[in-house]
């Protein structure tokens, strides 16, 4: 007999919107119901993801195309390696950002973002559900901003620009996809997290 596959939920937003903290939320909160979890991000800590985090850094600015291209690669290799058999032995999958993260930002950066949706579709497992947690950009931003002050961090100013989180939150807000929900990111991270358990909880009929 065959183990029950596994879920897929990815999280989505604008840079700052809070996503990472939901994510290890929502993980804690299906480990104390015993569910095995795996959490996962991209870009990825692999070849390719790192590559991508250099560019960011340098405020290297390459063709959108190129852009893609990368983050498409280091998908491949996160699907294959990490996601696919992680769902095939019957855990949760929770990946801080995925595919609609290509078709959003490079979306915003001028390609046709339903041919990058179509051909994502295609290629990669659909997620069981994508949450994308909803923070105005401006506000979004602010709070990237003071993480990178406190933490004396590093700004990744190619991804960060005020025009381009516009762009990534208007593709987000006009997707149309069965699996995408979208909840509201402002406030307490405790009562954004009940929003989405309850959601969680409802859509995958757990
Ligand atoms: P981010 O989630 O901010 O990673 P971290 O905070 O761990 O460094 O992702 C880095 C940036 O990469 C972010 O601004 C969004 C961008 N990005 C894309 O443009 N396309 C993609 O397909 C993905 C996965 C990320």
Not at 35 to 41: C, K, N
Request: proline share 6%; with cysteine; hydrophobic share 40%.
């Amino acid at each position: 007999m065959g183990v029950t596959r596994g879920k897929l939920i990815a999280f989505e937003g604008v840079d700052g919107c809070g996503k990472s903290t939901q994510l290890r939320l929502l993980a804690d909160w299906l480990r104390a119901r015993g569910a095995d979890v795996l959490t996962t991000r991209e870009p990825t800590d692999g070849e390719h993801g790192r590559r991508i985090r250099e560019m960011a850094r340098s405020g290297e600015r390459v063709a959108p195309e190129t852009e893609l291209a990368w983050f498409v690669e280091d998908r491949r290799e996160h699907v294959a390696n990490e996601i696919e058999p992680a769902l095939a032995a019957g855990r949760f999958v929770l990946t801080d950002r995925y595919y609609l993260s290509s078709v959003a930002y490079q979306g915003a950066r001028g390609l046709d973002w339903r041919e990058i949706l179509a051909r994502s579709e295609a290629e990669f497992p659909p997620p069981d559900l994508a949450i994308v947690v909803e923070v105005p950009p401006e506000r979004a931003l602010e709070r990237v901003r003071k993480r990178v002050e406190e933490s004396g961090g590093v700004a990744e100013p190619v991804f960060e620009e005020i025009e381009l989180q516009r762009g990534v939150a208007r593709v987000f807000a006009a997707l149309d996809c069965p699996y995408v929900v979208r909840v509201p990111g402002e406030g307490p991270p405790e009562a954004v997290h009940e929003r989405i358990a309850e959601l969680v909880e409802s859509r995958l009929a757990l």
